[in-house]
């Protein structure tokens, strides 16, 4: 950094200085403490410190890496500064927020490529990446050199040179800045720049604080140039010279919360005036209207000169904490970072030279002070070469027309020097009391100036309001102008509707009486007909439970005539099957009797053979007695004979008396369920299938009973036959007897015979006894059978019958008080209500409509048409934002001009 002056190329666009906010992440110390973050980010570009938002060109949160910070503020000006562009990158914020992290990192190298090392700073990422793009190029002479000072104190120190010494800086007419005896070195690599970073490091004067153990205590600037030389085809060599100064400020503290003490006070009074002093810088850069810049208040603003508001590429990094407890200095950062938002840069590139034009400049330059140094070794006078004394005897001679010597032309001269050097010394006295007055004069003007300066803008802004005010005012009339004939138009037709509404106002209220008469007449009449309703409700309640117990009652009176019924049934069951029984042992009674006369035959029977055997021996004798005999014999076998169809015919009477009994019985018996049972059948259906059961069952044990009574027939029929066939017999063999008697001469045939039919007679009666006691065994058997079976099933299905029926006629009962129950509590009220509602309705609508007073016509009803009035009234913007906006169209003059000039 010898020499910060170069040639310029006509200025290029303005282009402001880039600022990024970087927020460190809470230190462990913080963490344990539990401090809380104040800073939240919504989006790249934009942050909120308690509730006030900021908008920078990015925001790094806290989470950022070195090498994203870095690809988006740093990268970008390496081709730049190849390309012969001067850059600037600053690190500013409060101490301990980062600066020295920001630049140089952890350490001052790399490890790998300059992309992959994650925790190298700016500067030695720098170091490789120009190596990197430089080696892209081809014939190209790259010269590359680093400088690096410290400002301490309002000192510059050379952090690379092996002496303290301290150096000073000059300005040159033009304001560039160069650094007397700075120490640049060459270097050609990116491991040699990090190596005299870390060597500058060494030297740089840090101490902790309560803020930052290891505080920079210095405001640093490491500069690495490069200088380029491409020769053209035509031979001709482009000279490129860039350079990037990475400067790395003393944080800003407050001294109490430092806690310096003496010397580092001091030392802090420094950095604060200096970071004061570039706050200042800043804030008159953004104040367009400022023309003094403070540059030369500080020798850190001087260093940053050209890189503030001059023709540098600069980029600002903030770094903020996010710390609850520092949120003062966070906010006095992010304050000063918008503010240099505002500061417009030229950046040139710097001039290219051929090396033609720039040798022969340095040999003319170096020819000179060679013969200046030879003369002053030699002694020989003016320090200056004969060859220059004598263009000057020569240019005496020309001005003065003498031909003087050097000697004596010197001594006149210092005669009149002295003279004029004593009217000098008074005309500087003069000139420097002059000068002191102009000066005041000056700042008088000015201040002057800057106060017309002041009213001029104001008076422009003034101007700009008032025409704009104008402008707006005829703009209002117009607006008003409508807006009263358009409130005229609507101020008729608001009268006319309001006659309108005032007439149907009256009609609403009377109508409202009407009506209000008409539901208290309705109330008065729903009440009436409430209790009413509610004594009907409650007569017609006792009706029906009185008839409904009536009906039970009734129910229950069936219930037990059926049950008796039944009962009387099962009597007549139980007596017909009595009787029945009784009617079988008649029957029996007479196959006994019908036993007994065959057994009386067959006594006779023996008897007859007795007489026949007596008659044998007594043939004589018995011939006397034949007429006797036959009489005798012929009137037994006549009364046997009577005396068996008597009992035929009793047999057959008794088995058509019982036939015709039981029949009769019966059918008055089935007639009389049938009766019942339909009586049932009608009272209540759900019985039906159970009755008609029961009257099948019936009917199968009536069908029984006829069988039965059919085979007792039959057998009855066969035993007359048998009977009857016997009487035949019987008399087939009394007349066979008598012809025998007639034939008695021939006796002893005929006796033979005779024994031979009575015996074939014994075992036919014998034959018919045993069929007999079979037919009466069978008889007996089936008849008992019979008789159990019809008493159990009579008696099962009476008994469930009667169940069935008690559990049926409870059921009804029970459904036909519940039912009665809900028939008494709505089907009368219902319809008398909804009856009585019609009639309500009517008596309503009634004295509603016929009474409602109709609305008269009261004037028409205003046309709908469109009034054209302004719909909206535009708003008058705050003086506030007209000021802003007039700043703003003169800015833009002011950048138009100067593109122009
Ligand atoms: N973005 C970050 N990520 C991780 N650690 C960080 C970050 N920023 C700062 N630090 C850490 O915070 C501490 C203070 O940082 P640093 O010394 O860089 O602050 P400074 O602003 O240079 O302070 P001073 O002005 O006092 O020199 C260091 O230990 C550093 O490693």
């Known amino acids: 950094m010898s020499s910060m002056t170069q040639k310029r190329k006509t200025p290029q666009h303005l282009q402001n200085v880039k600022v990024v906010v970087r927020i460190r992440p809470l230190s462990k110390q ?6 809380k973050s104040v800073i939240t980010t919504h989006t790249h570009r934009e942050l909120v410190l308690k509730e006030k938002k900021y908008s920078f060109d990015r925001v790094f949160k806290s989470t950022a890496t070195q090498i994203e910070l870095y690809l988006h503020v740093i990268a970008p000006l390496i081709q730049d500064v190849i390309e012969g562009y001067n850059c600037t990158v600053f690190a500013y914020g409060q101490t301990g927020t980062g600066k020295t992290y920001t630049m140089t990192g952890d350490k001052c190298n790399l490890v790998g490529n300059w992309r992959e090392d994650i925790h190298a700073g700016v500067i030695p990422r720098a170091a490789f990446h120009i190596f990197h793009e430089l080696d892209k190029l081809s014939n190209v002479d790259v010269n590359v050199k680093v400088s690096y000072i410290e400002l301490y104190n309002e000192e510059i120190r050379d952090l690379l040179s092996d002496n303290e010494n301290i150096l000073q800086m000059y300005s040159d007419n033009k304001g560039a800045v160069t650094i007397h005896g700075l120490t640049e070195i060459s270097v050609h690599n990116g491991e040699g720049i990090c190596k005299y970073l870390q060597r500058g490091i060494f030297k740089r004067q840090i101490a902790p604080t309560l803020m930052n153990h290891q505080s920079s205590r210095s405001h640093t600037v490491f500069t690495i140039s490069i200088n380029t030389r491409e020769t053209t ?22 001294i109490a919360k430092s806690g310096c003490k003496e010397i580092r006070a001091v030392e802090l009074a420094n950095i604060n005036k200096s970071l004061l002093t570039l706050g200042r810088v800043i804030h008159a850069l953004a104040d367009k209207s400022n023309k003094h810049v403070p540059y030369r208040d500080s020798k850190l603003t001087r260093i940053l000169q050209d890189s503030l508001g001059g023709h540098t590429k600069t980029a600002i990094i903030a770094t903020v904490s996010p710390a609850l407890n520092s949120h003062e200095e966070t906010s006095s950062t992010l304050e000063y970072a918008s503010r240099a938002r505002d500061i417009k840069n030229t950046p040139t590139v710097n001039e290219k030279m051929t090396k033609n034009e720039v040798i022969e400049g340095l040999v003319k330059e170096i020819d000179k002070l060679q013969k200046d140094l030879d003369a002053a070794r030699s002694g020989t006078g003016f320090y200056v070469n004969k060859e220059n004394y004598e263009k000057m005897i020569d240019a005496i001679v020309a001005v003065t027309g003498e031909h003087i010597t050097p000697d004596e032309l010197m001594d ?19 000139f420097d009391e002059t000068v002191e007055q102009c000066k005041k004069h000056k700042e008088e003007l000015e201040n002057a100036m800057a106060m017309i300066k002041d009213k001029d803008n104001i008076l422009e802004q003034e101007k700009f309001l008032s025409k704009w005010f104008e402008d707006q005012t005829s703009e209002k009339l117009e607006e008003a102008q409508k807006l009263l004939s358009a409130t005229k138009t609507l101020h008729s037709e608001k009268e006319i509707l309001l006659a309108k509404l005032e007439h149907q106002f009256n009609i609403n209220v009377s109508n409202q009486k009407l009506t209000h008469t008409a539901v208290s007449n309705a109330v008065s009449m729903l009440d009436e007909f409430g209790s009413q309703e509610s004594k009907r409700i409650k007569l017609s309640e006792k009706k029906v439970k009185e008839q409904v117990e009536k009906n039970v009652l009734e129910l229950q009176r069936n219930f037990h005539d059926t049950s008796n019924s039944i009962k009387k049934l099962r009597e007549d069951c139980e007596t017909r099957i009595r009787e029945y029984k009784n009617g079988f042992s008649i029957k029996k009674t007479i196959s006994v009797k019908s036993k007994y006369y065959l057994d009386t035959m067959r006594e006779k029977t023996r008897v007859v053979e007795d007489v026949l055997s007596q008659y044998a021996q007594q043939l004589d004798l018995v011939k006397s007695e034949v007429p006797k005999m036959e009489e005798s014999y012929r009137q037994n076998s006549i009364k046997y004979f009577d005396e068996a169809l008597t009992l035929i015919k009793l047999s057959d009477d008794i088995t058509s008396r019982i ?13 009389h369920t049938e009766k019942t049972l339909t009586e049932r059948i009608k009272e209540n259906e759900s019985l039906i299938a159970l009755l008609q059961k029961r009257i099948n069952e019936d009917s199968i044990t009536l069908k029984r009973i006829q069988v039965d009574r059919d085979s007792v027939a039959n057998a009855e029929e066969r035993t007359r036959e048998c009977l009857l066939e016997r009487a035949n017999n019987l008399e087939k063999l009394s007349k066979e007897a008598l012809e025998g008697l007639q034939s008695c001469y021939q006796l002893p045939k005929l006796i033979a015979i005779q024994n031979a039919k009575i015996q074939e007679l014994q075992a036919v009666i014998q034959e018919f006894e045993n069929k007999l006691n079979e037919i009466s065994s069978v008889l007996n058997k089936k008849h008992e059978e019979i008789t159990e079976y019809t008493i159990e099933t009579f008696n099962t299905s009476i008994s469930n019958t009667c169940k069935s029926i008690e559990e049926a006629m409870d059921e009804k009962i029970k459904n036909l008080l519940n039912s009665v129950d809900m028939v ?49 009234i535009k708003e008058v913007a705050p003086r506030e934002a007209l000021i802003e906006k007039f700043k703003q169209s003169t800015e833009q003059k002011m950048e138009e001009s100067d593109i122009d000039y």
């Open 233 to 254: 085809i035509c031979g001709d060599d482009i000279l490129k010279a860039g350079k990037i100064n990475l400067v790395d400020l003393a944080g800003s503290e407050n």
């Open 30 to 35: 913080e963490e344990d403490q539990n401090v």
């Open 824 to 872: 008494v509590g709505k089907t009368d009220t219902v319809d008398s209500f909804t009856k009585f509602i019609c009639h309500m309705k009517e008596v309503l609508v009634q004295q509603i409509l016929d009474k409602n007073v109709k609305a008269k016509h009261v004037g028409d009803t205003p046309v709908r048409q469109s009034t054209s009035y302004p719909l909206r």
């Open 659 to 671: 036939n015709s009994e039981q029949t009769r019985r019966h059918h008055e018996n089935l007639d």
């Open 412 to 430: 006149r001269k210092a005669e009149r020097i002295k003279s004029l050097e004593d009217r000098l010394y008074s005309r500087m006295r003069e």
